[in-house]
């Protein structure tokens, strides 16, 4: 024997009971293995596909560089292939990990005896499975996989209002659009197709891997409400609502609703003032004197003489507006016999002479403002921008953000006043809370000397009123400060100056007095083109 074979540990391998055991017996002239030495000769005793703990067989041979005996130490066992099943939570998939055989059983028919014990029958995918079983091992795969619900969709109502809108823009195509059309006034004819309505679509069940039925969320399938002022179901056709009279439409979520729209030849005695609720169309004047009130818009074709129009909406008037009562000089107020316009929405004119208008939105006049009170929740705007008319003289003009006019006042100094900067509406509200703040503070100031005078004379405190007044208190203490807080997130918002604007393109004239904010300018000699802002609290070009 060679000093090689000499040199050889004197390993042996046993196995017991499907652990594998390894003994070292030290000598003169043995050293201890090398784990390759271990590892080669697992391979030539038929263990080299058993599993080996690698902690294990690495204590065993450290323990092998200093023992003095024979020693022995599990290193490794016998094991037959596993399998894992990881089902999601809805019972819908089946997701498959195979470990595979170190030196024990394979996994041959253990994973389809599972499934079948364990009821999963449905939805098995056959070729990922066998592929997985085939291979020997695999980590979450899956391999079955139910049928999910088909969710339910409930009914939706579609609009078809853009579809009228885009016809009567394609007609009006060749048409010259004047200034003074009121462009967002829509009204609908009989038999004109409002909205559609898209049938409820009920769930598909759905079946779990064990082939278990998961019922679909029920649905229901919302009609169009049974009675529809202005509108109804087609005849042929219950999901596609109709217009059924002429008038104005107004979309709700299952419907539209059409508000009708009267015609009428002018507005004077033989027609008697009118209050509706809908849209009117003038084809001739409103009368001095007269009252127009509706809910919905006004569309005059002639002029509005010394009339109060309320509306809703927007206003057109196509020619213009005149009150004929004469101003007092230098007076910024209109007379009772001015012209009056209220609207929820914008005002559009040819031009405003002796006219209170309030304007929700804006107002929009296409030549020219002559002593007239306007207050506009947005923009004012006289002539077209960019061709220099439009003239604003005398009277007051009031604006959230922007004021525009060629010129503003007369080369004769006529005393015009220019607001910008700050919201009327707004300003009302925040008087409205300062007049709330008082009184409450009032009643609290009552209460107090109420519970100063109790509480010096205790025997007055007769079936509980002090409680009640420190109730009381508590309350008014409370509602002080919601109130306080409101009023000054109003003021907050009353601070618009800073992006509030005036512009004229062709001039202003002395006599003009321009407020931006609480900041005011007084014109006193005539200026040229420019644009008006506010910068460090002073009023300056822009």
Not at 120 to 146: F, M, P, S, T, Y
Not at 335 to 359: K, Y
Not at 465 to 488: C, N, P, Y
């Amino acid at each position: 024997m060679d000093d090689g074979e000499q040199r050889l540990p004197k390993l042996t391998l046993e196995a017991q009971e499907h652990r594998l055991s390894a003994t070292f017996t030290p000598g003169a002239g043995v050293v201890p293995p090398t784990q390759e030495q271990v590892q080669q000769l697992l391979q030539q005793q038929g263990y080299g596909n058993w599993h080996v703990e690698q902690k294990a067989l690495q204590a065993f041979i450290n323990s092998c560089r200093q023992a003095t005996h024979a020693i022995s130490a599990d290193i490794g066992e016998q094991r037959d292939a596993e399998f894992i099943f990881n089902i999601s939570s809805d019972k819908l998939s089946l997701y498959l990990t195979l470990l595979p055989a170190e030196g024990g059983e394979p996994i041959g028919d253990k994973v389809e005896q599972a499934l079948m014990q364990q009821g999963i029958l449905h939805g098995i995918l056959r070729d990922e499975l066998d592929a997985a079983l085939a291979k020997g091992q695999c980590e979450n795969v899956l391999i079955a996989q139910g049928d999910p619900v088909q969710p339910s969709r409930e009914a939706s109502f579609v609009s078809l209002l853009d579809n009228i809108r885009n016809r009567k823009r394609h007609s009006d195509a060749d048409k010259v659009v004047d200034f003074r059309d009121l462009g967002n006034l829509l009204i609908v004819q009989p038999g004109d197709a409002l909205m559609r309505r898209i049938p409820a679509q009920p769930g598909k069940n759905g079946i779990d891997i064990f082939g278990q039925s998961i019922l679909a969320e029920a649905v229901q399938d919302t009609p169009f409400p049974a009675s529809i002022k202005g509108a109804q179901p087609a005849d042929d056709d219950p999901d596609l609502l109709l217009a059924s009279s002429p008038g104005q439409p107004v979309q709700h979520d299952n419907c539209v609703v059409v508000n009708p729209v009267i015609e009428v030849a002018n507005v004077d005695l033989d027609s008697g003032n009118i209050t509706f609720e809908g849209t009117v169309r003038v084809l001739g004047d409103v009368k001095a004197g007269m009252h127009l009130i509706v809910t919905g818009d006004v569309l005059v074709e002639g002029t509005v003489e010394s009339a109060e129009v309320v509306a809703g909406g927007d206003v057109s008037v196509r020619g213009g507006v005149i009150g004929h009562a004469e101003v007092v000089a230098g007076s910024l107020e209109r007379p009772d016999a001015a012209s009056r316009i209220r609207c929820g929405g914008s005002l559009q004119a040819l031009f405003l002479e002796n006219t209170h208008v309030e304007a929700s939105k804006s107002i929009l006049v296409e030549n020219s403002v002559r002593q007239c009170d306007l207050t506009a929740g947005h923009t004012i705007q006289v002539g077209k921008a960019g061709n220099k008319l439009g003239h604003i003289i005398g009277g007051r003009c009031r604006a959230t953000h922007t004021i525009h006019a060629g010129s503003i006042g007369t080369s004769a100094g006529t005393a015009t006043r220019i607001l910008v900067g700050f919201d009327p509406y707004l300003h009302s509200a925040l008087l409205a809370k300062e007049k709330t703040i008082k009184a409450k503070q009032a009643e609290l100031h009552q209460l107090e000397q109420l519970l100063t005078f109790l509480a010096q004379n205790p025997h007055k405190d007769k079936g509980g009123i002090g409680s009640k007044a420190e109730h009381t208190r508590e309350k008014l203490l409370q509602d002080l400060a919601d109130t306080q807080q409101a009023q000054q997130n109003l003021a907050e918002r009353l601070n618009l100056a800073s992006h509030a604007r005036v512009i004229r393109e062709l001039a202003i004239y002395s006599g003009a007095e321009i407020h931006i904010g609480n900041t005011v300018c007084h014109v006193r000699e005539d200026a040229g083109a420019m644009t008006l802002m506010l910068a460090d609290d002073k009023i300056v070009l822009e």
